[in-house]
């Protein structure tokens, strides 16, 4: 996957080199820590350790202030599962991966190096691993500061807020005279991280 990661990133550079006369391009080497997230009911939890999430993006500036971004986001975590009745445990190895497209805000500030921004994005993410897999809708929401650092590159402080949206359990439920009933439950899956991106900005 990091190999793959690395021939991305080169053939979205040359993309961004052909562009610099058609439009502002960004491309975005990200890299951030997502820390631990557990989801749990009555009958079972499923925790997810914080890891290292790394992934790449290409960012087209309508605006001097808006842009329009698609990127792909994965982390390998440890994934720890457990049901209580009847008691079971096992662990084991988890990708989380995000790809999401949605716009980014800068803010001008008296600094023109200098820019807050907010983003919002919207796609698709999937877990796979030893403890099983899920597919779902997903969505993300950053806040952060671009500095600039030169006039091709910047650097990008961020938190970030993802979810994959899914039903990952429930309970069962008994009542006198009718039988047990099973009720899924609509657990997602929320994380918090903190980051930073580089960024190679071809303007026209």
Same mark, same amino acid.
């Given at each position: 996957?990091?190999?793959?990661?690395?021939?991305?990133?080169?053939?979205?550079?040359?993309?961004?080199?052909?562009?610099?006369?058609?439009?502002?391009? @960004?491309?975005? /080497?990200?890299? #951030?820590?997502?820390?631990? =997230?557990?989801? $749990?009911?009555?009958?079972?939890?499923?925790? !997810? *350790?914080?890891?290292?999430?790394?992934?790449?993006?290409?960012?087209?500036?309508?605006?001097?202030?808006?842009?329009?971004?698609?990127?792909?986001?994965?982390?390998?975590?440890?994934?720890?599962?457990?049901?209580?009745?009847?008691?079971?445990?096992?662990?084991?190895?988890?990708?989380?991966?995000?790809?999401?497209?949605?716009?980014?805000?800068?803010?001008?500030?008296?600094?023109?190096?200098?820019?807050?921004?907010? @983003?919002?994005? /919207?796609?698709? #993410?999937?877990?796979?691993? =030893?403890?099983? $897999?899920?597919?779902?809708?997903?969505?993300? !929401? *950053?806040?952060?500061?671009?500095?600039?650092?030169?006039?091709?590159?910047?650097?990008?402080?961020?938190?970030?807020?993802?979810?994959?949206?899914?039903?990952?359990?429930?309970?069962?439920?008994?009542?006198?005279?009718?039988?047990?009933?099973?009720?899924?439950?609509?657990?997602?899956?929320?994380?918090?991280?903190?980051?930073?991106?580089?960024?190679?900005?071809?303007?026209?």
């Amino acid at each position: 996957m990091k190999k793959l990661l690395l021939v991305a990133g080169i053939f979205l550079l040359a993309v961004g080199a052909k562009a610099q006369n058609q439009g502002d391009v @960004g491309v975005n /080497l990200y890299g #951030g820590y997502t820390f631990d =997230d557990e989801i $749990s009911d009555n009958l079972y939890s499923l925790k !997810f *350790k914080g890891a290292f999430q790394y992934g790449i993006g290409t960012e087209f500036y309508i605006r001097p202030s808006k842009s329009i971004e698609l990127k792909y986001l994965r982390m390998d975590s440890d994934a720890i599962f457990k049901k209580y009745v009847p008691l079971d445990s096992r662990q084991g190895n988890a990708g989380i991966n995000y790809i999401l497209i949605g716009g980014n805000n800068y803010f001008q500030t008296g600094n023109p190096s200098v820019k807050p921004f907010l @983003g919002l994005d /919207l796609g698709v #993410g999937w877990l796979n691993g =030893d403890t099983g $897999s899920h597919t779902g809708f997903a969505w993300d !929401f *950053k806040a952060g500061v671009k500095i600039k650092t030169s006039d091709s590159t910047a650097l990008k402080l961020q938190g970030y807020f993802q979810t994959i949206w899914a039903s990952y359990g429930g309970d069962y439920v008994t009542y006198p005279g009718w039988g047990t009933y099973y009720y899924p439950e609509n657990s997602s899956l929320y994380q918090f991280g903190l980051g930073a991106a580089f960024e190679f900005d071809f303007k026209h």
